[in-house]
């Protein structure tokens, strides 16, 4: 679980076979809301299994058996990590810099702050900021939905989706080293901005889901087995107890939901829908706020060890980051995050762009490139390296593909979506 980029002491001639072997990786890559740009995963085994026994047009599509179990074994966390994540914690920094991110309850938005509200008490008692979405009835929240057009209604599921599998990611954030809530109500700093984040993050899930339910414009049957699914496939994590590489996997994972749902906002606000657009500006600004907090933690721990954060960068960059929802499916359609993704890319949602100027920005952020060589061992300078020279490179595949996409160009390729009762969406033009 150190997270470090291993290469051969022979160096510059490995240094050279490990670039090009990064850039063929690069050539596979797929865009994924939520998050990175990262190459097709397979389904666990057993899914595939139950797939194939459904027959149909996906019984011919062959899963590679995973042992993600076998990935994991005995990589526990370096000591020096644990270590300073514990600092961070007993030390104050915590209490003074990351705890104030999170909103007191009592001055936080709730879900029915923003949705058409069924009791005449609590709209009377409303400030008048909420009366006016509490005030709308459930015909004025759907005439507005009526005109979001369906791949805007993809993404919105989508994310949806990926916000309820919360639970997940709550299960995630107790495995780190250092990090976690061991007792269930710790008042240690950490454990207590666990929760916090989680609290926050709860809201999202709940709001989105309950305006899907309202628009009537989706078949929430399908929405909720979908959740439900994801629930149980869960979510793979490559070093998931190592703090180094949760800052870093979490300050990106923010940053991408940001960029996704501020987006969704737009497009929501484009097409009339005033109710959405600020549902989805309200999660988003949540999550720069998130973003915010994960990228202080990351830029903490690259002052106090900067040999040590640069190379679990470059281990989450070179990874192939398996995101949050990537187990996501309806029960019928075996591709379905893959067509949800790139329904967001060609809308404009979350794109390979996207991932390149993120990357970029925390490079930037963290200030990697000014890493002085004392501070690195040889190992460090070589991820420094790395990390500095990748937001060109992404840039450059995603031109290569683009022009590909280009020369390929056939007739427009379309994806049922079970969530939106079985109609056909464009996923490439």
């Known amino acids: 679980m150190l997270g470090l980029i291993t290469l051969p002491a022979s160096a510059a001639s490995s240094v050279k076979l490990l670039r ?36 149909g047009r996906w019984a011919s599509k062959a899963t590679v058996a995973t042992s993600f179990e076998g990935t994991v074994a005995g990589m526990a966390p370096a000591p020096e990590q644990v270590e300073a994540m514990r600092c961070l914690g007993l030390g104050g920094w915590v209490e003074e810099q990351l705890l104030p991110l999170l909103t007191p309850v009592e001055d936080a938005w709730q879900p029915s702050d923003l949705l058409p509200c069924f009791s005449r008490s609590a709209a009377a008692a409303a400030s008048a ?41 709550m299960c995630m954030g107790n495995r780190v080293a250092g990090f976690c809530d061991e007792t269930g109500c710790s008042d240690l700093p950490w454990a207590r901005w666990l929760r916090g984040w989680t609290a926050e993050e709860n809201r999202h899930g709940d709001l989105l889901n309950r305006y899907l339910y309202l628009s009537g414009r989706v078949d929430m049957r399908q929405v909720e087995r979908t959740v439900h699914h994801l629930l149980r496939n869960g979510m793979h994590m490559l070093r998931p107890s190592s703090p180094y590489h949760n800052a870093v996997y979490g300050a990106f994972q923010e940053r991408a939901t940001f960029i996704s749902h501020s987006r969704t906002a737009r497009h929501a606000a484009r097409h009339g829908d005033r109710c959405l657009a600020r549902i989805c500006g309200v999660v988003a600004a ?7 907090a994960y990228a202080k ?23 192939k980051i398996t995101m949050p929802g990537q187990l996501m499916t309806d029960g019928r359609d075996a591709d379905i995050f893959a067509h949800f993704s790139a329904v ?58 683009h022009d590909r996409a280009i020369k390929a160009a056939k007739q427009p390729e379309f994806a049922r979506f079970s969530w939106l009762f079985d109609r056909s969406v464009c996923i490439r033009a």
């Not at 990786?25 to 595939?48: D, I, N, R």
């Open 20 to 55: 090009l072997q990064h850039l063929e990786e690069m050539s596979t890559l797929k865009c994924f809301p939520h998050g990175l740009a990262v190459p097709a995963q397979p389904h666990p085994s057993w899914y595939g299994g139950r797939v194939a026994r459904r027959g």
């Open 129 to 169: 900021e909420q009366h006016q979405a509490m005030a709308m009835t459930t015909e004025e929240l759907q005439a507005r939905a009526s005109d979001v057009p369906d791949d805007v209604l993809v993404c919105l599921v989508g994310n949806m989706v990926t916000e309820e599998a919360l639970p997940t990611y």
């Open 286 to 292: 949540d999550e720069k706020r998130h973003e915010t």
């Open 297 to 319: 933690v990351s830029a903490r721990l690259f002052e106090t060890d900067p040999d040590g954060m640069v190379r679990a960068l470059a281990a989450v960059l070179r990874d």
């Open 344 to 401: 967001a890319q060609r809308a404009g949602v979350y794109t390979a762009r996207d991932y390149g100027d993120m990357v970029d920005h925390f490079v930037r952020r963290w200030k990697v490139a000014d890493l002085a060589g004392g501070q690195l061992s040889g190992e460090g300078r070589r991820a420094q390296d790395y990390v500095c020279g990748m937001p060109r490179k992404i840039r450059r595949m995603e031109e290569l593909a």
